[in-house]
């Protein structure tokens, strides 16, 4: 069982003056951003407003171009150091599930392996059972299909028990059957484990259903941060009102 | 999902390197593995061109005809690395409107094309396989055409002090005692079945040993191995002189030795063998290179630039043509054993000089060999009383043996163009027989 | 006989698969940096690497030659743990220089031919570096296989460099192919041929050894 390094409901993330530059192109700029252990956070915006940006740089994927991030205490800014114990305390599924050439099996026990963690067994079969995929655990990933793939793929994350797991649009392209599998793995994930979510998304129904507070982002900048209920019934700002009304042309 | 096409990439470089190195080891028996030299049809025109200008422009339209005819000559790499064939051939070409394509490989594998029937003719020099190679009906004509000679080279410290010896097979005994460093072609070649025969001669029936380096390569390769090394090797002299040219340092040690002479045949491959042989463009080849212009024309090769010719002609036609060529001296008669030495051998034996009147009178110094010293060698019978010297025209001269042998001073001199004459100080000089070819002891 | 055919292919395995083991532990890791790394120069290597790729095989035995020759520059110093000219060790030294290329480069173009997104998933699972970077060569072990294929391919069949460094002697430096010519000058096509075919056999076995070897690391 994880004991979360930050008591609940205390900030885990403090994103301050957090800038973005690729190739001189400003990608992101968020002056504060508090997110709180335990919490689902959806980000939401449409393309190109930095949300998937914001996750690399909470997994510490990449360096900032200016600002920091004090992540459990510990500062991460431009020089893009952060110690390994704090970085594996953090995981990501992405859109694309992204399996290795190895077994379903294998795929769950990769990021255990890295750890040096080789006496898992149960744990793997428990994640997979999890997810529903106990008995296809021998066979190949390149052979499953993407609702299953991106369901081995939360259960690599899931066996590694993290204290915040990332999920970048985890359910772009799936069916209906297999979105709804898993939010509620992820759903359960958060409350039976306190793992803090942060989930991208470009699906407010999706974030109506899941998070406890939402972000909307546009064009790199925070435009608005609140509660779930308060954000898509009172918006403070006109375009957040026009992107929960599904208003906004992008 | 995207990487499959790259696999397949990596499939397909897979499937060529294996088809690559399929490829590599399997040999064509039916067809001749080296590519051909062939000669510029332009060229022998241009050769013609100084002594009959005229020629020029009429051959010139026949050169398109003078490309079907062609033959293929399987030869020894010493030919053509030294140089021989780019210089006569042409000469052939002019002379025929044949066109050669040589393929130069060891003499183990030309013999195996004639046998295989993949070449018109050959010209190599390996006299038991050539002679089993007619034996076995594989030829129909072989001629001898040349011979040049081979060398015991190495280093000019010759750790194993084989300097100047005259015996190979002994030269090669110190080596093999002292297990100097021996670089062996070891590749069936005419060279390596010579070097065999010598070691064999030297009552060592399979050389063996770290110092045994039986290398598998061509003579410049092995040459440049011993250079390398500082090892002895066994090495024709036209290559080995090539690679002096060329920076060699090894020195030659051991030569003249008769063992190390090697002659070269020209074999006519039997057209039974296959429909595209052409005997009658093989006869035609054999005729040129045995015919005394050619000969002729390999003697002087090498000349201009090593000061001595790398093959000697030897064709029979060439020796017939040659004036008492072979100008030896024979003791015969009332001897205990009669005795014939070649020019060699006698200018080989001790000389001395004498001091006697010349045909017109004059004083001069000539040098030869005591005729009582080459009486003694045959051991004259003691019932002999007359010696009678025979010339190569027919003369003959009596000389009371007792007269004789109490000169001393009488000699056989050496003639400036070949041949001995007598010389004969106190005696009258009808006595001076010019061109003796015979002592007949009476 | 047979005791002499078998010293020709033990000697050819022996020096291709010498060399091929130092050209795989420097060729695979340039290879993996090549393909990952992004540093300034890298073109120019990357052309470097391709340039080696296609190089004459018989030009390194060439340039080796030259290099060990007793007036060469390694040659002349006289080292005495220097490989010598017609030896197995100078063999070795030229099949390595053949080899490298083709292993780095096919493992270099196996690397870039992973997602990029692989490395980032890699790393947003906890690995470090290293284990990312190893974890990328794993993803690419087809290729990598196939780079080493290529680079023993190269070398088991190649004739020119290794007749001229290592001088075709025999039982010291004749190897299948040097064999393979000489029998051929010989005229001996049964012993060539014969020779041939365990060429072929060798390098048959060793692809298919290679394919079953990268399988079972999904039966694992």
Redesign the interface.
């Known amino acids: 069982m994880t004991t979360a390094a930050t008591p609940l409901n205390q900030n885990i993330y403090q994103v301050r003056n957090l800038v973005q530059t690729y190739e001189n192109r400003r990608v992101l700029e968020i002056e504060a951003l508090d997110i709180l252990a335990g919490e689902v956070l959806a980000l939401v915006g449409p393309s190109g407003a930095g949300k998937s940006t914001l996750l690399r740089l909470l997994n510490f994927l990449e360096a900032p171009t200016q600002g920091r991030i004090i992540y459990q205490g510990s500062e991460f800014n431009t020089s893009g150091d952060m110690s390994l114990e704090k970085r594996r305390s953090v995981t990501t599924v992405f859109q694309r599930p992204m399996l290795l050439e190895r077994t379903v099996y294998e795929n769950v026990a990769f990021g255990l392996r890295l750890r040096g963690q080789r006496d898992s067994k149960d744990r793997i079969a428990a994640a997979l059972e999890e997810v529903g995929l106990a008995n296809i655990a021998r066979q190949r990933a390149r052979t499953l299909s993407g609702g299953e793939a991106q369901r081995v793929a939360l259960a690599r994350a899931m066996v590694l028990e993290p204290d915040v797991l990332l999920l970048d649009e985890p359910t772009a392209n799936l069916d209906p059957y297999n979105v709804g599998l898993i939010e509620a793995i992820a759903r359960r994930l958060n409350q039976n484990h306190g793992t803090t979510l942060v989930l991208v998304t470009h699906n407010v129904f999706q974030a109506h259903r899941l998070a406890d507070r939402v972000c909307f982002l546009l064009e790199g900048k925070l435009i608005e941060t609140g509660p779930v209920q308060e954000f898509f019934d009172q918006p403070r700002d006109p375009r957040t009102h026009a992107f929960v009304n599904g208003e906004m042309v992008y | 999902m ?2 499959k096409p ?2 397949l990439i ?2 397909l ?2 499937l060529s ?2 088809l ?3 490829a ?4 064509a ?1 039916t067809e001749p ?1 080296a590519p051909v030299a062939t000669e510029a049809p332009a060229e022998p025109v241009a050769t013609e061109a100084p002594t009959e200008p005229p020629a020029a422009a009429t051959e010139a339209p026949l050169a398109p005809t003078a490309g079907d005819k062609r033959i293929i000559l399987a030869t020894t790499t010493s030919t053509e690395d030294s140089g021989l064939l780019e210089v006569i051939l042409p000469d052939f070409t002019a002379q025929t409107g044949i066109e050669v394509d040589v393929v130069a ?2 003499t ?6 004639g ?1 295989d029937g993949n070449a018109d003719v050959l010209l190599v020099h390996a006299r038991a396989r050539e002679d089993e190679f007619m034996t076995n009906g594989d030829g129909v004509r072989r001629e001898e055409v040349m011979y040049n000679d081979f060398v015991i080279v190495g280093p000019a410290s010759d750790p194993a002090g084989i300097k100047g010896m005259t015996d190979a097979a002994a030269a090669l005994k110190k080596l093999a005692d002292s297990s100097a460093t021996f670089i062996s072609r ?4 005419g060279t390596h079945t010579k070097e065999k025969s010598v070691w064999k001669a030297a009552g060592i029936e399979e050389p063996s040993g770290d110092w045994y ?5 061509g003579m410049g ?1 092995v040459l440049n ?1 011993a250079n ?2 500082q090892a002895y090797t066994l090495a024709d002299r036209a290559t080995y002189l090539a690679l002096v040219k060329e920076g060699l340092d090894l020195v030659v040690l051991v030569e003249g030795d008769k063992v190390l002479f090697n002659p070269y045949g020209v074999i006519a491959v039997n057209p039974e063998k296959n429909a595209a042989i052409q005997n009658d463009l093989a006869n035609q080849f054999i005729d040129w290179i045995i015919s005394v212009p050619t000969q002729e024309l390999i003697g002087t090769f090498g000349v201009a630039d090593f000061g001595a010719p790398l093959f000697i002609p030897n064709s029979e036609l060439y020796n017939a043509s040659k004036p008492a060529a072979a100008a030896a001296l024979k003791v015969t008669g009332k001897v205990t054993t009669e005795m014939a030495w070649t020019e060699e051998e006698v200018k080989a034996m001790e000389t001395m000089d004498v001091e006697a009147p010349n045909s017109k009178g004059v004083e001069e110094t000539y040098t030869g060999v005591a005729i009582n010293a080459l009486l003694a060698l045959a051991g004259l019978d003691p019932a002999a009383t007359t010696v009678t010297l025979i010339a190569n025209d027919g003369f003959s001269k009596d000389v009371p043996l007792a007269d004789l042998q109490a000169c001393a001073s009488c000699i056989l001199s050496f003639r400036s163009n070949g041949g001995f004459s007598s010389v004969m100080p106190g005696f009258d000089k009808s006595f001076g027989v010019k061109g003796v070819v015979e002592i007949v002891v009476k | 006989m047979i005791a002499e055919f078998n010293e020709i292919v033990l000697l050819s395995l022996q020096v291709t698969g010498i060399a091929l083991f130092f050209s795989t532990l420097i060729g695979i890791p340039v290879g993996v940096a090549m393909g990952m790394a992004r540093f300034p120069g890298r073109k120019l290597v990357v052309a470097l690497l391709y340039t080696g790729m296609g190089f004459p095989p018989v030009v390194v035995g060439l340039f080796v030659y030259l290099l060990l020759s007793r007036s060469g520059p390694l040659g002349s110093l006289g080292l005495s743990w220097m490989a010598q000219l017609f030896t197995p060790g100078a063999m070795i030294i030229a099949q390595t220089v053949i080899s490298f290329p083709l292993v780095a480069g096919f493992t270099m173009a196996a690397v870039m031919g992973v997602d990029p997104a692989v490395r980032q998933q890699v790393m947003a699972l906890g690995a470090t570096s290293r284990q990312a970077a190893l974890t990328i060569l794993s993803e690419a072990r087809i290729g990598v296989i196939v780079s080493i294929i290529a680079g023993f391919g190269g070398i088991i069949s190649e004739v020119g460099a290794v007749m001229l460094v290592g001088g075709n002697i025999e039982g010291r430096t004749r190897v299948l192919t040097t064999a393979i010519v000489l029998e051929t000058r010989k005229g001996n096509f049964d012993l060539a041929l014969a020779l041939g075919g365990v060429l072929l056999g060798i390098t048959f076995i060793a692809n298919l050894a290679m394919l079953r070897l990268q399988g079972k690391s999904f039966d694992r």
Request: aromatic share 2%; proline share 7%; glycine share 12%.
């Open positions: 995207s990487k790259t696999i990596y499939l470089i897979l390197l294996v690559g190195a399929c590599t080891p399997t040999p028996p593995a490989v060891g183990g594998q030309a013999l195996q094309l046998v070891g590749d069936d070649s380096v039986s290398a598998g390569q390769d191995m390398e090394q």
